[in-house]
């Protein structure tokens, strides 16, 4: 289509044309026609706050769930002490250690029982197997811990402070949860019968 075949512009139209262009004075159009877009109401302004709180929400969530800091550190050295096998401290010892009475045997078929060093702190590690539960890592502190009961799941190993007999605690590392019911049965406190 060439400027020739265009329709022309009827006596209605540039009138039209006209007394809109008298309307308004020329320049910036008034600013109650321009919409006004508070601060807070921007999209992207939002989609940054969304994701901010999302994130945040999921750090305090793994937060959460750690464990205190001695725990932690026990938990990476079991690792490292996962294969380790032998007798580096006599049973009665050990025993005294967990707070078990002089008479009572260790709990299960033990494979590891030694002293050593975790956050400066000293410790007695007993890895003992039970037959209905698996292996079970069982770490003592030679001085009282203030360390707040409870379980869970970290760094692909399942963890549970128990108190022993005497209310010391006790931290009982093992890769299947079985093995800590069955670990803490053995070493923990007895439960207090329900009341009736």
């Not at 075949?5 to 039209?16: H, I, K, V, Y």
């Not at 999209?43 to 994130?55: D, E, K, P, Q, Y």
Request: glycine share 6%; with cysteine.
């Amino acid at each position: 289509m060439n400027r020739d075949d265009s329709p022309q512009d009827t006596e209605f139209d540039l009138r039209a044309r006209a007394e809109l262009a008298l309307a308004f004075e020329p320049g910036d159009p008034p600013a109650h026609l321009l919409r006004h877009t508070p601060w807070h109401a921007r999209r992207g302004l939002r989609g940054m706050l969304a994701t901010r709180l999302v994130g945040c929400s999921a750090a305090a969530a793994v937060f959460a769930m750690r464990p205190p800091e001695l725990v932690r550190s026990a938990i990476e050295h079991e690792y490292y002490e996962r294969t380790l096998r032998g007798t580096f401290i006599s049973a009665t010892d050990m025993a005294r250690h967990l707070d078990l009475p002089p008479q009572q045997p260790l709990p299960g078929y033990i494979q590891l029982m030694r002293p050593c060093d975790i956050d400066r702190e000293r410790a007695y590690h007993l890895t003992t197997f039970f037959e209905k539960g698996g292996i079970v890592t069982v770490l003592s502190f030679e001085q009282f811990q203030r360390i707040p009961d409870g379980e869970g799941w970290w760094a692909n190993t399942y963890r549970k402070v128990v108190r022993s007999h005497e209310g010391r605690p006790l931290i009982l590392i093992a890769q299947k949860k079985q093995a800590l019911s069955v670990a803490s049965r053995a070493l923990g406190q007895p439960e207090a019968a329900p009341a009736s």
